[in-house]
C-alpha cells in the first residue's frame, strides 16, 4: 500500500511495484475524460500525462518507486526503489 512521507520540501509517495507500475500504465480511455478540457490546454495535458507515465515507468525497481511532489503538487523526481525491472 502506498505511503506518504512529508518533508520541507513536499511529499515523497512510497509506492510498491504494483501500485508504480498501475501509475506508469494507468487505465485506458483517459483522453476521453481529457476531451472535456477546452484546446489548447487538452493536448498540453494529454502530452504531460503521457511524458510523466513514461518518467515513471522507466525509473521503477522491484521494490517500486518513490515520487517526490512539491508542496504545489508538481512531480519533480521519482527514484527507482531497488533494480530496475519494467511493468511487462
Given at each position: 500500500?502506498?505511503?506518504?512521507k512529508?518533508?520541507?520540501?513536499g511529499v515523497?509517495?512510497e509506492?510498491?511495484?504494483?501500485e508504480?507500475?498501475f501509475a506508469a ?7 476521453y475524460?481529457?476531451?472535456a478540457?477546452?484546446?489548447?490546454w487538452?493536448?498540453?495535458v494529454?502530452a ?7 518518467w515513471?515507468?522507466r525509473?521503477v ?6 515520487m517526490h511532489?512539491n508542496w504545489?503538487?508538481?512531480?519533480h523526481?521519482v527514484k ?5 525491472q519494467?511493468?511487462?
Amino acid at each position: 500500500m502506498a505511503s506518504v512521507k512529508t518533508r520541507w520540501w513536499g511529499v515523497i509517495v512510497e509506492l510498491n511495484r504494483d501500485e508504480a507500475c498501475f501509475a506508469a500504465t494507468g487505465i485506458d480511455g483517459y483522453e476521453y475524460l481529457m476531451a472535456a478540457i477546452p484546446p489548447p490546454w487538452n493536448v498540453i495535458v494529454v502530452a504531460a500525462v503521457k511524458l510523466h507515465k513514461i518518467w515513471i515507468g522507466r525509473n521503477v525497481g522491484t521494490n517500486g518507486a518513490d515520487m517526490h511532489f512539491n508542496w504545489a503538487g508538481f512531480l519533480h523526481n521519482v527514484k527507482r526503489r531497488g533494480p530496475f525491472q519494467s511493468c511487462g
